[in-house]
């Protein structure tokens, strides 16, 4: 039941962004990057692999903690 409430939130969210490209051009890199990343996600929940999906999360967790101290230090240091 989750995982079709899922997709179906990413299938909205997708038709929301795409509406959006199409009014404002200029959000379409971030929508089609978040777009592509949450079909990501949602094929992870189809996985039936553990062990194999419990090295996709890892990564995932592990890349959203870099991207977050990037994120930091390039504040810290006046680029953003």
């Given at each position: ?6 997709l ?10 795409t ?24 094929s ?37």
């Amino acid at each position: 039941m989750i995982r079709k409430i899922l997709l179906a939130v990413i299938i909205v969210y997708i038709a929301v962004s795409t509406a959006q490209i199409i009014q404002r051009p200029s959000t379409a890199p971030e929508g089609v990057v978040i777009g592509a990343a949450l079909l990501v996600v949602i094929s992870f929940s189809y996985m039936r692999d553990e062990q194999g999906l419990a090295k996709w999360e890892g990564a995932a967790v592990w890349l959203a903690v870099f991207l977050f101290v990037l994120y930091g230090i390039l504040k810290y240091a006046g680029v953003l």
